[in-house]
């Protein structure tokens, strides 16, 4: 998952984001449970350059992520920490995912990247998606970047 400036409202990133900003008590969540790699969008764009310029990559499947996995719930108590704010998580059944259609883990297997392209993610760890938050909060937080947002309206 790709987040950073800019990312859609349909995000959880944004989503978190935007609330908090917005001073909610509560965050409105659909499953806090899932696993995701969160990949800083500056990764991401670095890691199809270097496949890209790879002659080695054609044809190659090569799995670009942080390398690092986090749940749903551990994320938003990572971006409430950067804001220095407290987050409760509300189960919103208009967010809950039907029935056989929410994945439970995404996690990039970067080993292929890392070997073929000599790539690693700038932003990986709980370090680096703890950086790449703070850039993207600093986005989010500029009044006209967050004013293009609805906190109160649940984006599909």
Do not use: C
Not at 17 to 34: D, F, R, Y
Not at 66 to 75: C, Y
Request: charged content about 20%; proline content about 4%; glycine content about 8%.
């Amino acid at each position: 998952n790709t987040y950073g400036p800019r990312q859609s409202a349909r995000a959880v990133i944004p989503t978190v984001i935007t609330q908090l900003l917005a001073g909610k008590e509560k965050i409105n969540l659909g499953s806090v449970l899932p696993t995701r790699d969160f990949s800083f969008v500056e990764d991401t764009v670095n890691g199809f350059i270097a496949i890209a310029e790879s002659d080695g990559a054609i044809g190659e499947v090569i799995n670009i992520g942080s390398g690092f996995e986090i749940s749903i719930k551990n994320m938003v108590d990572v971006v409430a920490d950067i804001m220095g704010t407290k987050a409760v998580i509300a189960s919103d059944a208009n967010r809950v995912r039907p029935a056989a259609s929410e994945v439970d883990r995404l996690f990039a297997d970067i080993t292929k990247a890392k070997n073929l392209l000599n790539w690693t993610p700038t932003y990986g760890g709980l370090n680096g998606f703890h950086l790449g938050l703070e850039r993207t909060l600093e986005w989010f937080g500029n009044p006209t970047n967050l004013s293009k947002y609805n906190s109160n309206r649940y984006v599909i």
